[in-house]
């Protein structure tokens, strides 16, 4: 096909693949470029970004700064901070995959017939609004729920002061959990679908109990979607604020929350954008990460 | 006492029967082979030896006890699987060392052990390499390693060189021999293919549609098929069906329409039957312009209606007087011929002994 353009194998796979460069250009890099340009300048007096170049009044503030960077690394709140939300999202992608693993490996050696339909009740959720999920949860934890009665009844029982659950740490984590679910079940699922279970057969007949079959075949294979599934969870996981803001209490501010803040009612767009950039170097490094330990698996 | 013993075992899917009534024992140290064309049920019985598939009927007897209820990773008896399921995380040697890990064989002693069943297949040096870094017959080899590594009782290879290209099977097949003879463990094999199932095997059972049809040596399932599936299934043979003109003894005088009568051995149990089936292998059928051995009781005259050639020998089909079509095979290297002998159309006679033929009762 591209015979007769007398393409360059090089030319034909630049031109395969600059549709998603140039997405990747404008919805990434540019973004991330104004960013970082932003990240060093002053704050305007109204919100927005001080000039570059001033008009010559000597308090004005204008031009380049290293000051927001030197705020970041000045106060330790802020590394606090970040400590905090590394702390939820770590809990609630190690929470997904106890919860996603069983179900994922249910529905991968379930029959043909019901995987497809097992697949739409894990996606099903994504079919109503977000907000309105999580809004959903502050009724079910709230004092007055069936669940919250029933949950301080069963610790009465145990001899323990009720708790309140809603607008705790509690219930920002469960409701991280809920939201990011799928999309560790999802990975999981298409990864241990995939499974020869010849290889089963094969470990068994060597000797190898449930147990064995599980820790030394099932998992160490399944370890991509792992990977896949704990990224997927985690990034998203690192700089969510609409979760913390509805369920969390004062003092459940994460990272997504304190950047919403600067840009919205602190109207501090160069130290959001300090905020944000560490964020992603973050996560990028999460990332990377992940994908180095899956390649050192050779899977 | 046998070391297997398969006790009238059926395995029914629904309303079809996979195996039906098979009984067979196993001497320890044998080299025996299920052969059988697809679908025939050798993978289920195979199965249920090893513990994956359950009899719906009869009994399976490992070593004097009785297997029911006992899972696969109980059972003594290690499988090669068509497809060798190698562990594609493990290496070699990693792959090797499961089944001594599972069974508790002391950490010290792996080492040592895996590098013995490397040897015995020839695979050192390979300990490093994961299963895809390998090739087909390498990964066979790693497979029957993995399962022959802490010495089982029972080995069932199920189709174990069918992926493999002709020239390695035959070195696998050479490579199978020896090691078995050298591990004296009891191999079960399973095979479609009849000249692979003749090359390894001390005793073969022929099955079909879920029974065994014979279970004999080679050279006896070759020379004596006791039925015409055996013989059309084990070697090229010309089956003609015929009447009994008359029962001398051993030896039979046929009718064969097309042909006309016809002297032949008869298979024990033939006596009394008037129909049934003469089975008369190719190579054992003289071909030539006029027939000089005298030994040949049967001869007809005819043409050649086609031949194909196969390197080592050539097929002919001899259409004979009457009109039936006879095959006959003849060896490439007779007489200092290069080529063919003959061409179709050319008038040729050909005939055989009195005891190259076999009849089978129907
Ligand atoms: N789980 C099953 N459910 C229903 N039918 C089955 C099942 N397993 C096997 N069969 C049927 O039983 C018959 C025997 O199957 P089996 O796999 O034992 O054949 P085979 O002799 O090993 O053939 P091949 O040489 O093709 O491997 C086949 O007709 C197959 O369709
Ligand atoms: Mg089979």
Redo the contacts between chains.
């Keep these: 096909m591209f015979g007769g353009l007398a393409m360059s194998p090089r030319a034909a796979r630049l031109w395969i693949s600059s549709p998603p460069l140039v997405y990747l250009l404008v919805f990434f890099a540019i973004p991330a470029l104004i960013m970082v340009l932003a990240s060093f300048r002053y704050a305007g007096e109204l919100g927005g970004l001080a000039p570059l170049v001033g008009s010559g009044d000597p308090d004005e503030l204008a031009g380049l700064t290293l000051e927001n960077y030197q705020r970041f690394f000045g106060d330790s709140i802020y590394l606090e901070l970040f400590l905090k939300s590394f702390l939820y999202a770590s809990t609630t992608t190690v929470l997904c995959l106890v919860l996603a693993y069983p179900l994922a490996l249910t529905i991968a050696r379930s029959h043909a017939k019901w995987r497809d339909l097992l697949v739409l009740l894990v996606i099903l959720p994504f079919w109503s609004n977000f907000l309105i999920r999580v809004y959903a949860w502050m009724i079910i934890l709230g004092p007055q729920s069936a669940f919250t009665r029933v949950f301080n009844g069963a610790l009465g029982l145990a001899g323990i002061e009720p708790v309140a659950l809603l607008f705790s740490p509690v219930a920002v984590v469960i409701g991280l959990v809920y939201v990011h679910l799928p999309f560790m079940v999802l990975p999981l699922y298409a990864n241990l679908e995939k499974h020869d279970p010849s290889l089963l057969d094969a470990a068994q007949d060597l000797g190898a109990g449930a147990w064995q079959r599980f820790w030394r075949v099932t998992f160490p294979l399944s370890l991509p979607g792992v990977y896949a599934g704990a990224a997927l969870v985690f990034i998203p996981a690192l700089g969510i604020f609409a979760i913390p803001d509805i369920l969390g209490g004062t003092d459940g501010l994460l990272v997504g929350n304190v950047i919403k803040q600067q840009f919205l009612d602190a109207r501090d767009w160069p130290f959001g954008s300090v905020l944000s950039i560490v964020l992603t170097v973050l996560a990028v490094l999460f990332a990377g990460m992940a994908a180095w330990v899956a390649r050192g698996q050779r899977l | 006492m046998a070391l297997l013993e398969i006790r009238s075992v059926t395995r029914r899917f629904r309303d079809f029967v996979a195996v039906d009534g098979v009984s067979l024992s196993i001497q320890a140290g044998e080299f025996f082979t299920l052969l059988g064309p697809s679908g025939c049920g050798k993978t289920t019985l195979l199965r249920m030896i090893?513990g994956?598939d359950q009899p719906d009927g009869g009994q399976i007897v490992i070593d004097g006890k009785d297997m029911a209820g006992v899972?696969?990773?109980?059972r003594n008896?290690?499988?090669v699987?068509q497809?060798y399921?190698?562990?594609?995380?493990m290496t070699v040697e990693q792959n090797i060392a499961?089944?001594l890990k599972?069974?508790r064989c002391p950490a010290g002693e792996i080492g040592a052990r895996v590098r013995e069943a490397l040897d015995d297949v020839s695979l050192l040096g390979m300990e490093k390499r994961?299963p895809n870094e390998l090739s087909g017959g390498q990964r066979q080899r790693v497979a029957v390693a993995?399962?022959l590594v802490?010495r089982p009782k029972l080995l069932l290879l199920d189709e174990p060189l069918a992926a493999l290209d002709a020239k390695l099977k035959e070195k696998m097949q050479l490579e199978l021999i020896a090691l078995q003879k050298e591990v004296g463990i009891t191999f079960i094999y399973v095979t479609h293919d009849q000249e692979e199932a003749l090359a390894l095997s001390h005793r073969i059972a022929v099955m079909n549609k879920g029974r065994v049809e014979q279970l004999d040596e080679p050279a006896v399932l070759y020379s004596a098929p006791k039925n015409r599936f055996v013989a059309d299934f084990i070697g090229e043979c010309n089956l003609l069906d015929c009447t009994v003109a008359l029962q001398d003894g051993g030896t039979l005088d046929l009718d064969v329409a097309q042909l006309g009568r016809v002297r032949a051995a008869g298979v024990e149990g033939s006596a009394g039957a008037t129909q049934g089936t003469l089975a008369l292998r190719p190579e054992k059928v003289s071909i030539a312009r006029a027939l000089a051995d005298e030994t040949c009781v049967n001869r007809f005259r005819g043409k050649v209606h086609d031949y194909l050639y196969t390197g080592d020998v050539t097929l002919y089909i001899v259409e004979v007087e009457g009109g039936r079509r006879i095959e006959v095979m003849l060896p490439n290297n007779a007489v200092g011929r290069s080529s063919k002998f003959f061409e179709p159309g050319d008038a040729v006679e050909i005939g055989w002994r009195e005891d190259a033929g076999h009849f089978l009762r129907d």
């Design positions: 090893a994956f899972p696969p990773e109980e008896v290690h499988t699987f497809s399921a190698l562990f594609p995380h499961f089944p599972m069974s994961f993995r399962a802490n």
